[in-house]
C-alpha cells in the first residue's frame, strides 16, 4: 500500500508560507541594515570589562542606612503604580462604555472618537508621559503616576471595551426587552459578568506597572527607578545592585500576588 507523500515544504497558495518567508526576509534585512559590531563586542578588553563590571554588581550594599532608603523608595514605586492603575481603570471603564457597540441596535455614536482618543493615550510611552509631565507637575512621583495612569488609561480602554463588545447578550437582551434603561442593563446584566476578566486584566496591568514606575523614576518621577538613575551614574555599583535588587522582589511579590487573586476569583 503506497502511503501519501508530505506536503511540500512551499506552496504558493500557502499565506502562513509567504508570512514567513516575509518574516525571514525583514529579520534578514534588519541585520544589514543594522551596524553590529560583533567583532567589537566579543574582542577581550571588552569581555574583560564586562566581567569585572558583573563581579561589582554581585556585591551589594547593605548598609543599613542604605536599605532603609531603598525601603521608602520601594513603598513609593509600589504606590505610584497602584493609584495609577487604580485611576486608570476607573477611567478605562468610563471611556470603555462609548468606545463599544454592545448590541446591534446600539447607535454607539462615540464610539470612533473614543477609540481614537483610547489610541492616542497608549501609543505615547509612560517615559513620554513622564516627561512631559514633569514640565508642570515638577519631579517627585506625581508626574509619574499621572504618566502610569494615562497610558494605563488607554490599554485597560481597548481591553475593556472589547471585552463589552464581545460580553454574552443574553442577560442584556432579557433586560431590554422589559425596559430597562441602559444604565440599568449595564449595571445589572452586562458588568457582574464581565467583572472577573476586568479585574484580571486589571491585575495584569499592575504588575507591567512596576515595572514602569521603577523604569519612570529614571526621568525624576521618584521611587526606585530615581535612584537607580542617580546611582548608575557615579558608577555606584554596589548601590546600583542593592536597588535592582529590591526592583526584583517587588516584581516577584506583586507577581505572586496577582497570581493568588486570580486563582481565587477563578474558583
Not at 514567513?20 to 574583560?48: C, H, M, N, R, Y
Amino acid at each position: 500500500m503506497n502511503r501519501p507523500l508530505p506536503p511540500p515544504m512551499f506552496d504558493a497558495r500557502c499565506r502562513a508560507c509567504w508570512f514567513v518567508l516575509a518574516v525571514l526576509l525583514l529579520v534578514t534585512i534588519s541585520f544589514w541594515s543594522l551596524d553590529l559590531q560583533w567583532a567589537q563586542f566579543l574582542l577581550p578588553e571588552s569581555l574583560g570589562r564586562m566581567r569585572r563590571f558583573v563581579v561589582e554588581l554581585l556585591v551589594p550594599d547593605l548598609d543599613p542606612v542604605f536599605l532603609i532608603q531603598i525601603g521608602w523608595a520601594t513603598l513609593e514605586t509600589l504606590a505610584m503604580s497602584a493609584l495609577g492603575t487604580a485611576l486608570a481603570a476607573i477611567a478605562a471603564l468610563l471611556l470603555a462604555i462609548p468606545a463599544a457597540k454592545t448590541h446591534a441596535d446600539d447607535k454607539a455614536r462615540w464610539r470612533s472618537a473614543t477609540r481614537l482618543l483610547l489610541n492616542a493615550l497608549r501609543s505615547v510611552p509612560e517615559l513620554v508621559w513622564a516627561a512631559l509631565l514633569l514640565i508642570s507637575a515638577g519631579l517627585g512621583p506625581l508626574a509619574g503616576t499621572l504618566a502610569l495612569a494615562l497610558h494605563t488609561t488607554g490599554v485597560l480602554g481597548r481591553l475593556f471595551a472589547e471585552s463589552l463588545e464581545n460580553a454574552p447578550d443574553g442577560p442584556a437582551f432579557a433586560l431590554r426587552l422589559r425596559g430597562v434603561s441602559s444604565a440599568g442593563v449595564f449595571t445589572y446584566a452586562t458588568l457582574p459578568q464581565l467583572l472577573p476578566q476586568l479585574i484580571s486584566y486589571t491585575l495584569y496591568r499592575w504588575e507591567n506597572n512596576i515595572r514602569a514606575a521603577a523604569v519612570l523614576g529614571v526621568v525624576g518621577a521618584g521611587g526606585l527607578g530615581q535612584m537607580l538613575a542617580f546611582h548608575m551614574g557615579l558608577f555606584q555599583m554596589d548601590k546600583t545592585s542593592t536597588v535592582l535588587l529590591a526592583m526584583l522582589l517587588l516584581v516577584v511579590l506583586v507577581d505572586g500576588l496577582s497570581y493568588l487573586s486570580r486563582r481565587a476569583m477563578a474558583q
